[in-house]
């Protein structure tokens, strides 16, 4: 059910779903909201949705989804202008809100990137890195994942419906993980979960499925600043992963280099096992 | 008079709704022939086959998953194929029908999103799926729970329907108990009955563009509707070995696009749904053969707006497959089996919702990727795309700009393209030329 009955917009908030870079996993986790879909499109004006709708309409809107990293020269005025145009900006996925995956580009020569995947590099238009969508416009809301989880998305847009300020949980993977009574993948298994320093959203998925946390929905709060002396959790549990689990100085830049490899303290701890 | 603005015609459109991907259409007209058809992809790349470089072969299924968020099955699945192929992995039969029953989920979301929220609109004229459901809300609830079906699927053997986290090479993470999969019995039973409603009511609706006759490309394997494995089969009586696939077909740049553009002997060709079907039909499960043999269509379909009940026909066939391989599925001992990496080369094709996937990996001692390539279906497609645009052009030079643009629009969407990369839009340009 999507209640309205506290709504501070005047009639159906306008809303649109716009993309850089990116896979449009995050786009369709809406379209995934298969039981709540119809009730949402009852409860919002989709004013510009292309994926799902070619009824395109011009802004300004109440609320804009942006999907996708800034990547190419062009994506910068579009950003901008969208914001201009927005009330409540808010960023669904790990390339929206931390540059994704494709941020890995970062660390490399992306002429050379070029190079590898295309046999006339100078056709493309890219610039050389991929960066969140906070470093160009100011962002009202972030929802972090690789993909979004879909009800975290469904829950910020009845909390604004409703008049209420959202509040997306900021704890790490693995309060969740002990919650739901999974054996401890580092334990058992000697895998580098990154569940400890990992946003929680994503409900301890890869942990309920045997695995270790990859890091999908980025850092946890705070996971990176402690008083002087004591050093942050990040760099603890990678202290751990070194001694413990023996992975070697270029596992782990690959650990904490993965899907939200750019967000600032995954890549401190990445850069700093670089150097090593 | 060559140059005189008078005699130049553009039309825009500024936006390509319901596909996947970036990307403008532009045609030239020359004395009222059409001379040019470019379908220009606008995709940012994103390089993936560049930073794949140097991450370890365990890496691999979480991060091509990610070059798709409507098949980050198919890349999955392409990707741990061919990485299996170097280490001489056998994978045990238990958990060959388990990545066919994800595929099945994977064909299924993906193929019933494009066929009640991307495709059928047009031939209502509606905007989008939602405005159809506001005139026949019981037919979008009956999609969208039959694409969930597709989703729990997904969600069950891989932990989320997008981005799944469980495949891994030599198998899967953790595999599901016999009862978890016997709880969706009763939801994938009603889902095979609403597939057959829908190939029923998709049959029924008007195919209006030319035929085409152009050559089919997909897998064929011994005895079961190509998936994971085969060989590639063409309409034009090839045979190769998916190791070959490079010796045939050719990726080229064209400097109006991101995406490369790919040909088999110099020429276009279509790969996906009805190719697949084509080529495969006499491999489809009893109950779909009958269904489908109802609607009298006779194959191979001609028509690119036929994919609707190209689609409507594999979800059937998933659906059937699926309840098969649940009916016989004993959980294995061991949800994989042992890998040891080593050094080498191997190649994988695999059908992705959209057509043959290949992937070429080559792997260092150290188990780190020396190098990647990815084939995706699109980049295969496009070529025949911007050909079924050149013959089918001058039957609509008649019309407005804005007509002719838009049926130019729909006609691409009918090839369900999946250019996940980028913002959605096609600019169509039309230049007058005399």
């Known amino acids: ?276 | 008079m060559p140059g005189n603005p008078n005699n130049t015609r553009t039309i825009k459109i500024d936006m390509m709704a319901r596909v996947e991907g970036e990307g403008a259409l532009n045609v030239t007209v020359k004395d009222g022939q059409v001379q040019d058809v470019q379908l220009r992809i606008f995709e940012p790349p994103r390089f993936f086959e560049a930073f794949l470089q140097g991450r370890h072969v365990n890496e691999v299924p979480d991060i091509v998953a990610r070059i798709c968020g409507i098949c980050p099955v198919a890349y999955q699945m392409s990707a741990v194929h061919a990485l299996e192929a170097i280490f001489g992995v056998e994978i045990p039969p238990a958990i060959r029908d388990l990545r066919r029953l994800l595929y099945c989920g994977e064909w299924i979301e993906s193929h019933v999103l494009h066929i009640y929220m991307l495709q059928a609109p047009d031939f209502f004229g509606f905007a989008s799926g939602l405005d159809m459901a506001r005139v026949h809300p019981d037919l979008v609830k009956q999609g969208l729970r039959l694409k969930k079906a597709g989703n729990q699927l997904i969600s069950l053997l891989g932990g989320r329907s997008v981005h799944p986290v469980s495949v891994k090479i030599g198998g899967f993470s953790q595999v599901p108990t016999k009862n978890q999969l016997h709880a969706l019995t009763d939801e994938l039973r009603w889902a095979r009955d609403a597939a057959v409603k829908t190939l029923q009511w998709v049959s029924g609706f008007a195919f209006e563009d030319p035929e085409q006759d152009c050559t089919f490309l997909s897998l064929r394997g011994p005895s079961e509707y190509p998936m994971n494995t085969g060989s590639l089969i063409t309409n034009k009586g090839h045979h190769l070995n998916a190791s070959e696939f490079e010796d045939h077909f050719h990726e080229e740049q064209v400097p109006y696009s991101t995406a490369l553009h790919c040909s088999f002997q110099g020429k276009s060709y279509l790969t996906g749904p009805l190719a697949r079907l084509a080529l495969n039909h006499d491999q489809l499960s009893p109950l779909t053969k009958e269904i489908f043999a109802e609607t009298e269509f006779p194959l191979p379909f001609k028509r690119a707006s036929m994919g609707i009940v190209a689609r409507s026909v594999e979800v059937l066939y998933a659906l059937d497959e699926a309840l098969r391989i649940i009916e016989g599925y004993e959980q294995p001992a061991s949800p994989s089996v042992p890998v040891i990496i080593k050094a080498g080369t191997g190649v994988a094709a695999t059908e992705a919702p959209r057509g043959v996937l290949y992937h070429r990996f080559s792997v260092n001692e150290d188990g780190t990727i020396q190098l990647a390539k990815i084939v995706p279906p699109t980049s295969q497609n496009q070529r025949r795309i911007e050909d079924d645009l050149r013959n089918m052009l001058p039957g609509l030079l008649h019309l407005s700009d804005e007509e002719t643009a838009s049926k130019c629009e729909r006609h691409i969407r009918s090839y369900d393209p999946c250019i996940s990369c980028a913002t959605h839009f096609l600019k169509f340009t039309r230049e007058e030329v005399s």
Not at chain 1, 68 to 97: K, N
Request: charged share 20%; with cysteine; proline share 7%.
């Open chain 1, 1 to 276: 059910m999507v209640e309205t009955q506290f709504s501070p917009y005047r009639k159906q908030p306008r809303v649109a779903v716009v993309k850089f870079a990116s896979c449009d996993g995050c786009q369709l986790s809406i379209l995934n909201l298969e039981d709540d879909l119809l009730a949402l499109g009852a409860a919002i004006d989709i004013a510009y949705f292309p994926e799902a709708s070619s009824n395109m309409q011009e802004g300004p809107y109440d609320i804009a989804f942006v999907e996708g990293s800034i990547t190419c020269p062009e994506d910068l005025p579009r950003i901008l202008e969208l914001r201009q145009q927005t009330t409540t900006l808010i960023t669904i996925g790990a390339c929206a809100t931390s540059g994704g995956i494709q941020a890995l580009r970062n660390w490399s020569d992306i002429e050379a990137f070029k190079q590898a995947v295309y046999p006339n590099p100078e056709y493309i238009q890219s610039l050389s890195t991929s960066t969140a969508i906070s470093e160009h416009v100011s962002v009202d809301y972030e929802l972090w994942g690789c993909p979004i989880d879909k009800r975290q998305l469904l829950r910020v847009l009845t909390d604004l419906l409703q008049g209420v300020s959202p509040r997306i949980p900021t704890h790490n993977v693995c309060i969740d993980c002990k919650r739901q009574g999974h054996v401890c993948v580092i334990v058992s298994q000697g895998l580098p979960c990154l569940g400890p320093v990992t946003r929680t959203g994503c409900g301890a998925i890869c942990p309920s499925m045997g695995r270790d946390c990859y890091g999908c929905f980025g850092p946890a709060e705070h996971v990176s600043v402690q008083p002087p002396g004591v050093p942050p959790n990040m760099t603890s549990l990678a202290q751990q992963f070194h001694q413990h689990l023996q992975l070697i100085p270029v596992e782990m830049v690959r650990r904490f280099r993965g899907i939200n490899g750019s967000v600032q303290s995954f890549s401190k701890e990445s850069d700093a096992w670089e150097s090593k």
